[in-house]
Structure formats: C-alpha cells, structure tokens
C-alpha cells in the first residue's frame, strides 16, 4: 500500500470536516477523491501532503509513518488549483526548482528539466515567464514540476477546477495518459463525477466528512451503496418505488409489457443529441425523468400529450425509495 | 479601455475649473513656500556677491553643517535597516502566523503613525534616561547609555518609521497567498529556503518601496529626535535639528540651504518611488 490513511479526524472549530476516515491505497493506482465542495475531499489530500495536520489518526507513506513529518520531508508531488507557479522563475527554473533544492549537479538537473517539459509539450516554452503561458500551460507546468522530484505519491487539488470546459477535457486525457507513462501513484481531489468515471482506477466518494463509498468506476456507477452516491454519480429519476438513472427506463407507446407504469408525457426538452421527456406516472406523486436518444424518440414520433408505458430496463441500477413500502430492489 | 479616454477626452467647464483649483491649491500649500526656500538657498550671501550654486555651497561648507548631514544620515541608515529586518519579521508573522494578540499586535504596529513623534521621544527618555529611566540604571550598569546619544536617535528614528515597511509588505503578503509557498515546501525547501527564494522575490518591490519611504521619514524626522537629543551643535544635532538652532538663531540663510537639501533628499526618494511603481506594473 502506498498511502495509508488511518483514522483520521479533522475540525475547523465546530465545523467537522473529516471523521474517522479510513482508506488506503495501492502503489501506482490513479485515485479520485470524489465528493460535493465543502464535503473534506482537499482536507484529507492536504493532510496526505502534511500542508494540514490532522487533529487525530495516522498517515502512512510508502510504509514510513508520515504523520507527524513536515510537507519538505514527505516527498509528495502537490499540484494546486490554481497552478501556484513560481511567478518570478522562468518555465524552465520552476520545474528545477525541486531538483536545486536537493542540490543535484547542474548537468542532471538540465537533463531532468528538459525530459519533463518534453512530456509535458512545454520545451518551447522554456525560457519564458509563466505569466506568457495559458491556464492549461500553466497546470502542465505545476505537473512538471511536481514530478520532477521523482514524488512517491503525487496529489493533485482540483488540477482543472480552474480552466475552461474543452482545455478541461484535454487535460483530462492527457492526464490519464501521463499516468500510464509515468505510473506514480496519484491521487486527484474533484467535484466533476464525470472526470471521476473517465480518469480513475479507483474512486472514494467523501461526503460531509465521510466515506460514502470506495470502489471502481463501474462499482460505483452499478452498485452504489447508497442513495447519495447514486445521485452523485449521475441523473436519478423514481419510478414505481425505485430510484434509478433516466436512461434506464424503457419507454413504449403501447401496454402490455409486466410491471409497466402508464403515464402522460407532459414536457419534452432536446438536448444535443437526446431527449428528456417528463412523465406524469399514474399513481405517483413525483413525474419521472425518461432520457432517449434523438433517433429514437423520433422514430417512436414521441410528443407532449402521448400516453407512454414505463418500466425499468432489464438489468438497470436502482434502489429503493426510502419510506416508498414498494420494495422493488432491482428490474 | 476606449470608453474612458472618450470620456477624459471630453473637457467642459468644470475641468478646467478643477484643473485651476487644484493648481491654485498646491501652489498656495507646496509650490510657493519651496520656491521661497530655493529663492533663499541661492541668494547672494552677501550684498554684492554673487548668487547661485556658489553661495549655495558656501552656505553648507560649516562644518557643523556636514556633521549634522553625517549624523542624519548615519541615524537614517541604520533606522531604515532595523525597520527592513524588523518590518518584514513582523509583516511575515502578521500575515502568515495565527496566535494569540495578533490583531492588538497589527494595531500596535500602526501606533507610531498616530502618535506625535513628540510623545515617542519622551517616552522614550521615560524609559531609557540614565537616573529614573525604567531600563535606564540597568543599561547603565553595563555601561550603555541611550539617551542624548547616537543609538537613541535612531531608536527615536526606527520608531517612527516602522510602519511604513510593514504597511507597504502586508498587502502584497495577503494578495499573494500561501500556494506558491506551499508548493515550494512540498518539493522539499526548508522554512529559509521558501523565503529566500520563494517569498522574498514576491515582496522584493513592497520591501524596496517601504525602505525608500521609511528612508524619507527618518531623513526629516524631527520631533522624536528633539526630544531625545543633546541637540546641541556638532553634538547630536542632525539636519532637522540644526535647520531649527538656525532658524532661531538669525542664521536663516544656513537653516535654507539646509531645508532644500532634505527637499532635494525627499524629491529624489519620491522619483525612486514613481520608478519603482512603474516597474512593478509592468
């Protein structure tokens, strides 16, 4: 195991930010600490990374106990929000900074430099002043920098909380892709469930201080264990006495088929390349959510007014509704 | 920013009113009194004689007249290094540090800038003067005697000019935050190392900024000095000092030429000042 998180406990006066909070995880996994803003995920990478303390419990890294250690001591590479480069350095000085400090002989710290702005497509960039580069540029400067010292763990706060949507999403698979090269272990903090699903081996959903729940992409997004996982993972609509994602309903314009739920389409919104259609369910107090594809709702000529059949599909994710009394588990 | 050079372009009435007040007003309260002092400094020292930067010197070249500048500046320098040591200590510990008395400290620190420089100097005499002086008998026991010596003045000096180092540092210490800081300490720079290398290059214009300030205050710094100082010439008299004996003393011609060469000091450091702002900005 490379990290090693024990019992750990967190308050800011009266407000808990972190309660016995358990979870280790493997050498060279890419992590996600998934959760709602103000829930303890960049509470807990801090105390990892020893830039906070934590009021009880322990922290392990790569087998040495590192809870008492200050941050210079823990060779964790730590990327901020918002990129904190050295503003007054040039490109090139910020990624060796680490390896100055560590005083290396000059020839392998510009040797070192110039393969990390390589992999980090910045060697064009590396006389100049990070105020001259994008915010993406400027993140994948942070990374650089942080892997220059050859960190046994790598934290990053909301790497791409700051950039816009398509920089984002670039930066995302690059990411992914930099971890398959590079394999340190890392952790991300992140409030996007989408960028959680895409990049992560393993994601620990952190809740109002707690782990709601810890597992894979597909765990997580197949068996959640709980209502709020659910709903943090994805849209979730009720029908009939479960809760379940949009798309895993089957709509059909004539009955007959077991189980189905009649009901009235009584709003119809495009959206891309889907519709979602607002279904007033008979005997049902709440309307259900159904989302189709395009093609498909226009080959079923689907309209406001329509009478439609609904059930679940075979094989959707669902959970009972708490104080629902129909206790369908799952389709 | 076309729109609002549209709207400076636009010149009514009233700019050129505001314009003339403002002209009349600092002529009234600055331009005319300087001038006169000018006026003063290059006059023919005697009936007959000629003006200009000869009589200028000749009115500086007494001897008294360099001590005085000597012991200025000596006081300034070694006030402006204790206030940059001390400045950027506690600028640091303000911003980045949370204790207890922290908020009566950053008051504390302001206090010199409301108080009289007066008030400083006796309190100062209250607490150091040899006899009843509170530290007073201690020190003297060791044989260190403050006041009406040069190391009181420039504790009178660094005093009063403290908080113009602090107050320039704080705000860029707030605006700059602690990530950068961080970052460095998580890739393995010790306290020192981050503020050397991290830090300081962040406040370097603040800090510069501040000293040239603190520099100009302890340059014409007069009331504390006053009190603490034997004031007496070529015995603890500094320019102010000795701008004042003259004056009082019917040798307004020496007390002139003395002011315009503080006002020469204070123009200069002002010039420093615009420089750096643009430096800064750009």
Redesign the interface.
């Known amino acids: 195991m490379s990290i090693e998180v024990r019992g750990v406990n967190k308050s800011y006066g009266d407000f808990v930010a972190l309660q016995d909070i358990n979870v280790s995880l493997p050498t060279g996994q890419l992590t996600a600490l998934l959760g709602p803003s103000g829930g303890g995920k960049s509470t807990l990478l801090r105390i990892i990374?020893?830039?906070e303390s934590a009021d009880g419990g322990s922290v392990e890294i790569e087998g040495t106990d590192a809870t008492r250690l200050?941050?210079?001591k823990?060779?964790?590479?730590?990327v901020?929000q918002?990129?904190?480069?050295?503003?007054?350095m040039t490109v090139a000085k910020n990624v060796a900074?680490?390896l100055e400090?560590?005083k290396r002989p000059k020839a392998e710290i510009k040797a070192k430099v110039a393969e990390l702005l390589e992999l980090v497509h910045l060697s064009q960039f590396a006389h100049r002043l990070p105020s001259q580069l994008s915010g993406g540029q400027r993140q994948r400067l942070?990374l650089a920098?942080?892997l220059?010292?050859e960190p046994s763990v790598l934290l990053l706060d909301e790497p791409f909380g700051a950039l816009d949507a398509k920089v984002r999403k670039e930066l995302r698979d690059w990411l992914r892709r930099l971890h398959d090269e590079v394999h340190v272990t890392t952790v991300f903090v992140t409030h996007d469930q989408e960028e959680a699903l895409e990049v992560a081996d393993e994601i620990v959903v952190i809740n109002e201080g707690r782990i709601e729940q810890i597992g894979t992409p597909d765990q997580l997004y197949d068996e959640p264990a709980n209502d709020f996982v659910m709903g943090f993972l994805g849209e979730v609509t009720q029908l009939g006495g479960v809760r379940l994602r949009p798309h895993d309903i089957d709509l059909s314009t004539t009955p007959g088929a077991p189980h189905a739920l009649a009901g009235v389409i009584v709003r119809a919104l495009r959206v891309g390349f889907e519709v979602r259609f607002t279904v007033e369910v008979e005997g049902q107090t709440d309307p259900a959510l159904v989302v189709l594809s395009r093609t498909h709702a226009r080959a079923l000529d689907l309209d406001v007014g329509a009478k439609v059949w609904l059930r679940p599909t075979t094989g959707a994710t669902s959970v009972p509704v708490i104080g629902a009394g129909l206790g369908v588990a799952t389709a | 920013m076309a729109d609002t050079r549209e709207i400076r372009a636009r010149k009514g009435p009233v700019t050129y009113l505001l314009r003339i007040f403002v002209i009349t007003y600092l002529a009234v309260l600055v331009i005319w009194p300087l001038y006169e002092v000018g006026k003063q400094t290059f006059a023919p020292t005697k009936e007959g004689a000629e003006g200009g930067i000869s009589a200028f010197l000749e009115r500086l070249s007494d001897p008294s007249v360099s001590y005085a500048f000597n012991l200025t500046g000596t006081v300034a320098f070694w006030a402006v290094l204790i206030n940059t040591l001390f400045g950027v200590g506690i600028s640091l510990l303000i911003v980045r540090y949370q204790f207890p008395g922290r908020r009566i400290l950053s008051v504390l620190v302001d206090l010199p800038m409301s108080v009289s420089p007066v008030v400083v100097g006796l309190a100062l005499v209250l607490a150091y003067s040899t006899g009843k002086g509170w530290f007073g008998e201690a020190l003297e026991g060791v044989g260190i005697f403050i006041i009406g010596t040069t190391p009181g003045l420039i504790m009178a000096t660094a005093f009063v000019s403290l908080p113009l180092v602090i107050r320039e540092i704080v705000p860029v210490l707030e605006e700059i935050g602690t990530d950068a800081e961080m970052a460095a300490s998580s890739l393995g720079a010790s306290g020192w190392q981050t503020f050397r290398r991290i830090t300081l290059p962040s406040i370097k214009w603040a800090v510069i900024y501040g000293v040239v300030l603190s520099m100009a205050r302890s340059l014409g710094e007069f009331g504390a000095v006053k009190i603490v100082s034997p004031g007496a010439e070529l015995r603890g008299e500094t320019a102010t000092l000795l701008i004042q004996n003259r004056y009082t003393n019917y040798e307004e011609p020496t007390a002139y030429a003395a002011a315009f060469v503080l006002v020469l000091a204070s123009v200069l450091a002002l010039v420093v000042v615009s420089l750096i702002r643009k430096e800064d900005h750009s």
């Not at chain 1, 823990?74 to 730590?78: A, I, K, L, Y």
């Not at chain 1, 918002?82 to 007054?88: E, G, L, R, T």
């Open positions: 990374a020893g830039l200050p941050p210079q823990r060779n964790v590479g730590f901020f918002h990129y904190a480069v050295f503003k007054h900074f680490g400090i560590r942070a920098r942080a220059a010292v």
